[in-house]
């Protein structure tokens, strides 16, 4: 039995589905804030209570750090766990935003559609709701799902999931499934939505530079005294060869040339690089020479300084010498590339280049390796019909981004991810004014309906 | 006669004249902060009050920017005009005081001295108020000063003395004098005063760079959207040549080498290079190879980055690409150069390194060339005695500082200005923990009641 009324149960509950994601948005759960620990643990009840609401046996469970949801639906035949995180990056620059990152409010759209406005609205909180929604459609219609369903949502994607790997060694058991559904990655283009197979890894680094022991006066100490925010500089321009490729001893060690044959079908696909690049106001191209822009993004290793600070910041003028400097910057890597062994390279790169009187102070903010996950395989094949009979097409794709889960899930749960997407390119995820697309939403939900229904079959 | 009688008064009275110094010194008048223009005004206001209770007839006159005061004590043959500024730099870090910047607190010193610290004991509250208490003391025990005594104090000296072109050209007739005297400079060492006559000049910079018109989630565009950060890392990095001289075309253009006679007198110098570093913490003289860390600081044209900001900047982590970055920086500038041409040869150095899709935006921070003053003359030269007479030996020394409101006096009035300064060079001027020896402001006091009999006779 097709699930028809589920469907059209859906198109007639939008409003009341958007309203319980408003009320998400509104706990400004920013994991990486220490200020935010509250509204984290305010926003993983929330969820629980939301999973209980309809049906679900559901606890928030405590970790060293921000605490996970977990929730179980019973079903016939196969189980699957859908995971998910409520927690979101910081709002900051908040002059940016044209409304409250924390008050949603829906724009219309030039192409008709219509924007939710606000931070987490499409990451994750947005793409969460989806497939939520979707298991209360089917048990408010049928008064069941078609098959186990488990739920995994955690607080931390944004800042490092450190607490992950504890809890899934400590609940792997509880957590046994047949597949995995993740809903945090992009559609194809504004009309098909995509499986991601391929996610890289991250190694992500903070360093602090110290040279002399306090801040200094450029007219008495000028030329001579060594420069933090200077060596910084030299040390971050060190990073990037002139052709654009990572200058890191090694970096690229492991890394593989794409196929010829996948270089031949991404070169063949309906991707715009100047629509791409003029989308974020940018028309040359930056990075390594000679590559595309769509293999740069997806199947390239890159480094990518995220902040620099240090020395006289506030209007005005100082005619300091900074003592200290500091950077974030982070590598995504590539299938090949071991996470401990490039941070080891940088730190090697950076601690070379640190005169004898100076020095360095490193930080870790992630270390995960790139993620490749096959391309058929029943799980996959039901979820793409789904895709393709709620769309009219549906495709396979790589991504740019880092999802750390994805790894751990496979190496605890022996099964591989399927991530399904529905967020648009431009919805501004990490910036200001990030956004979702009301059709993202409600089609979203009315994708999980089908693919709930295509897997307890297959 | 000689002053005895006026030092022996100073002798006995240093610590109701260090009461006045702190009542000055807990006004914060930080110029550069919009925040703290009524507290420079609070500041013009106590001066000119100060200098009234004396006998000057004194008054505070406003500009566009902060207000300068003047003040006028009749005298018989010569009259010396003296310029101070009552504005002092901005206190941050503040974590690193350790006590209130703007609560003057005496600590004692392991040489047996004792240390004011605060923001503008040295810089220039301090200094100033030795020329204020001299004058003071004069008229406490004689009645009357020994020569005509005018007083300049400005309150934009931290912030590039925009007002002071405009104020010097409406009132250089009131200003007229026969010799100028600055107290803002540096002992030679510390037992001995020096007369500086050599200041470097001062280009100052700030430049925005932006590239994508937000910022961006590097997973998603990572490598090929260009980041403003490394982009400003890449250009502040180009700006230093690998021989540590400073890289931009032209730069160098006028800049005379040091005179070989000149050379032999400052090697032969009891100035300890190792020992100029290891009290700022370092080892290893940065800047220019094959340069003496004296010939550099006294010297040699400069190019220093004051601070930098952009991108996230938290605890915690944010895997953005900047689409701004921000910098402040300077240009020391020896005689021979242009500011202006070396403004413009800056400007067009950072925009041949602009990519076509980005953009950089600049902004003006003090724009004056460097000052070389004769080292004889009566004045010179009777303040050279004065100096001997109550330290015992007084030098005549370089500086690496700017001191703008030389060059501008000389244009107005005619006269060149002598710069005697008691501060030590570990005094950490514009930064944390700025003080002042008590032997600095006790025989500042008593250095300038011996230049003013001197120089009522020359």
Same sequence: chains 1, 2.
Avoid at 104 to 123: E, F, K, Q
Avoid at 204 to 230: K, P, V
Avoid at 364 to 391: F, I, N, Q, Y
Wanted: hydrophobic fraction near 40%.
């Amino acid at each position: 039995m097709s699930p028809d009324d589920v469907l059209a149960h859906v198109d007639a509950t939008v409003d009341e589905r958007l309203a319980r994601l408003f009320e998400l948005i509104r706990i400004p759960s920013v994991s990486t804030d220490p200020a935010r620990a509250d509204d984290c643990r305010r926003a993983a009840e929330w969820l629980a209570a939301d999973l209980a609401s309809f049906g679900a046996n559901a606890s928030v469970r405590a970790t060293k750090g921000h605490p996970m949801v977990v929730g179980h639906m019973p079903g016939e035949g196969p189980r699957v766990l859908f995971y998910g995180h409520y927690d979101v990056q910081p709002a900051d620059p908040l002059a940016l935003w044209n409304s409250d990152p924390f008050e949603p409010v829906l724009r219309p759209a030039p192409n008709g559609d219509t924007h939710i406005v606000a931070r987490g609205a499409s990451d994750d909180k947005g793409a969460l709701m989806t497939f939520v929604e979707a298991c209360r459609a089917w048990t408010e219609v049928r008064g069941a799902l078609p098959l186990g369903v488990s739920f995994l949502f955690e607080g931390e994607e944004e800042s490092g999931s450190r607490s992950l790997i504890p809890f899934l060694d400590e609940t792997a058991g509880e957590l046994t499934c047949d597949a995995v559904l993740v809903c945090d990655s992009d559609m194809w283009d504004p009309k098909t939505p995509a499986i991601t197979t391929m996610l890289r890894g991250l190694v992500g680094q903070e360093m602090t530079i110290t040279c002399a022991d306090r801040d200094l006066h450029s007219g008495m100490f000028g030329n001579a005294a060594r420069n933090a925010m200077a060596l910084m500089a030299d040390i971050l321009a060190s990073l990037r060869r002139p052709d654009g490729g990572v200058a890191i001893d090694g970096f690229y060690d492991g890394v593989e040339e794409l196929p010829e044959a996948v270089r031949n079908i991404w070169s063949r696909l309906p991707f715009d690089e100047n629509a791409f690049l003029a989308n974020i106001g940018l028309s040359e191209p930056a990075g390594e020479e000679g590559r595309s822009v769509l293999e740069q993004v997806w199947s390239r290793p890159s480094c990518e300084i995220h902040g620099v600070w240090g020395g006289y910041m506030a209007p005005g003028f100082k005619t300091v010498i900074p003592a200290t400097a500091h950077a974030k910057l982070s590598f995504r890597l590539v299938a090949g590339q071991d996470p401990q062994r490039i941070r080891d390279a940088f730190r090697a790169h950076v601690g070379a280049r640190i005169p004898a009187d100076c020095k360095v102070e490193f930080q870790d903010h992630g270390l995960s390796p790139a993620v490749s996950m096959p391309t058929e395989g029943k799980w996959l094949k039901a979820t793409l019909a789904a895709l393709a009979e709620e769309w009219g097409d549906a495709a396979i794709a790589g991504t740019g981004g880092s999802i750390p889960i994805i790894g751990a899930l496979k190496q605890y749960l022996g099964v591989d991810a399927l991530l399904v997407g529905f967020a648009n390119f431009d919805n501004r995820i990490h910036s200001p004014n990030e956004k979702y697309d009301l059709s993202s939403f409600h089609r979203g939900i009315r994708s999980w309906v089908r693919i709930l229904d295509r897997l307890s079959k297959a």
